[in-house]
C-alpha cells in the first residue's frame, strides 16, 4: 500500500516536471518567435531632416541715411524746386524761404567795410570780417538743402506758406540699402559674427526670401520693457525687390552655420556584419546596400552615404525593452555588432532647431 502511495506521488511529481519544462520551453521559443516576426514584420522609413542653427528676429528696415527737410529760421516759401519722388544730390537747393532782409544786412556790411579797409584799423576791419560769416550764414539758413544723394520721400509744402524754424516739411532717403536693429538674447551674441547670413520675409513679399547680413553689434547690452537683457545688432540688405520700403516689417533668421539637411532613420534599420559594416536591406527587393552612418540621438542615426532617402527599410536589430538585454540578431542571426550590442548612442548636434 505504502509502495503504491510512493508511486503515485513519484508520477505527480514527473507530471508537474514536465508541465514546467513544456511552460518553459513554450515561453522561449514563444519570444524567439515573435521577436522574429516583429524583426520582420517591422519597417522603416528613410526621411530627410532639415536642421537648422539660428537666431530669430524681427523689426522693421530703414533707409541707409534719412534727412528730415527743417527750416532752420522762420520766415515765408519763395520757392519749391523739387516734388516727392524727385533725385537730389548733395547740395542741391529744395526749398527757399525770403532772404530779402538778410541779403540787405550782407550787403550793407560789405560796404562798411570797404569804407574800413581805407580808414579803419586792422582789429576793426577782423571784426567785421569775423560778422560777415554770421551773415552769410543767415543767408544759407534762408535755403533747406539736400546733404545727401537720395529721394524726396515725402514733401508737404508749397509757395506762399509761413514756416517756423524746426518745421519739418519732407524727407529725403537713401535707398542704396536697407538696415535694421533687432534684438539679440544676451545667450546668443557670443554666436554673432560679422558679415553672417541673415533672410529675411517680408509680409509684403510672403513667397520670397531677402538676403543680407550681421553688420555690427554694440559692447553693451540693453535691458528691455519685459526685464530681458538684449543686444540691438545691426543688419543689412545690399541687394532688395523694389517692392520693398523703408519702415517695411520683417520677420529672419541669423544663420549661425549653413542649413542642414540629413537623411535619418531608426538606429534599429541598421545591421551590421562581422567586419562592423553598416548595412540595410531594402523592404521592395531584399538587395542588401552597405551604407555609412552616424549616430543622431538615442533611436536615430543618420545615413551619410549609400542612400538618397524616402527608401523603405526592414528592421534589422530589435530595440532594447524595459528590464531586458539589448536584442541583437535579424532574420539571419547577423544584426548588431560582432559579440552582440549596438553601436555606442550619440546625442543630437548642438543647438538650432530641426524641421522635419
Known amino acids: 500500500m505504502a509502495k503504491s502511495k510512493n508511486k503515485k506521488k513519484i508520477t505527480i511529481i514527473i507530471i508537474i ?9 513554450g515561453l522561449f521559443f514563444g519570444r524567439k518567435l515573435m521577436a522574429k ?29 534719412s534727412q528730415t527737410l527743417q527750416a532752420l529760421s522762420s520766415g515765408t516759401v519763395t ?17 527757399q ?45 534762408r535755403k533747406v538743402t539736400a546733404t545727401f544723394d537720395g529721394i524726396i520721400a515725402q514733401l508737404d509744402v508749397a509757395v506762399g506758406d509761413s514756416l517756423e524754424a524746426k518745421d519739418s516739411v519732407g524727407v529725403i532717403v537713401n535707398k542704396d540699402y536697407l538696415t535694421a536693429e533687432v534684438e539679440v538674447a544676451e545667450t546668443d551674441v557670443s554666436k554673432l559674427k560679422i558679415n553672417q547670413k541673415v533672410l529675411f520675409t517680408f509680409p509684403a513679399m510672403k513667397e520670397e526670401t531677402v538676403t543680407g547680413y550681421v553688420v555690427s553689434w554694440p ?33 529672419g533668421k541669423i544663420e549661425l552655420s549653413p542649413t542642414e539637411t540629413n537623411l535619418v532613420v531608426e538606429r534599429w534599420a541598421i545591421g551590421y556584419d562581422e567586419n562592423r559594416q553598416a548595412y540595410v ?19 536615430y542615426v543618420k545615413i551619410t552615404s549609400g542612400l538618397k532617402g524616402n527608401e523603405v527599410l526592414k528592421q534589422l536589430t530589435v530595440p532594447k525593452q524595459s528590464g531586458m538585454n539589448r536584442q541583437n540578431g535579424n532574420r539571419n542571426g547577423q544584426g548588431g555588432f560582432p559579440g552582440g550590442g549596438q553601436p555606442p548612442m550619440g546625442g543630437m548636434p548642438s543647438g538650432g532647431m530641426p524641421r522635419r
Open 17 to 25: 516536471i514536465s508541465v514546467i519544462l513544456l511552460a518553459g520551453a
Open 97 to 141: 524761404l525770403d532772404d530779402t532782409t538778410e541779403k540787405y544786412n550782407l550787403a550793407k556790411h560789405d560796404y562798411d567795410m570797404d569804407t574800413t579797409r581805407i580808414s579803419g584799423s586792422r582789429r576793426q576791419l577782423e571784426l567785421m570780417e569775423t560778422q560777415r560769416d554770421a551773415l552769410v550764414r543767415k543767408v544759407e539758413d
Open 281 to 299: 536591406e531594402l523592404a521592395r527587393t531584399g538587395e542588401r546596400v552597405n551604407v555609412t552612418v552616424k549616430n543622431y540621438g538615442n533611436q
Open 219 to 251: 559692447a553693451v547690452g540693453e535691458i528691455t520693457s519685459r526685464g530681458a537683457t538684449v543686444v540691438k545688432a545691426k543688419v543689412r540688405i545690399d541687394e532688395y525687390p523694389e517692392q520693398i520700403l523703408p519702415n517695411y516689417s520683417f520677420t
Open 79 to 95: 520757392a519749391v524746386y523739387v516734388q516727392a519722388g524727385d533725385k537730389v544730390k548733395k547740395g542741391d537747393i529744395l526749398i
Open 37 to 65: 516576426t516583429k524583426t520582420t514584420d517591422t519597417f522603416y522609413t528613410v526621411r530627410e531632416e532639415v536642421y537648422e542653427n539660428i537666431i530669430e528676429i524681427s523689426g522693421t528696415v530703414s533707409a541707409a541715411q
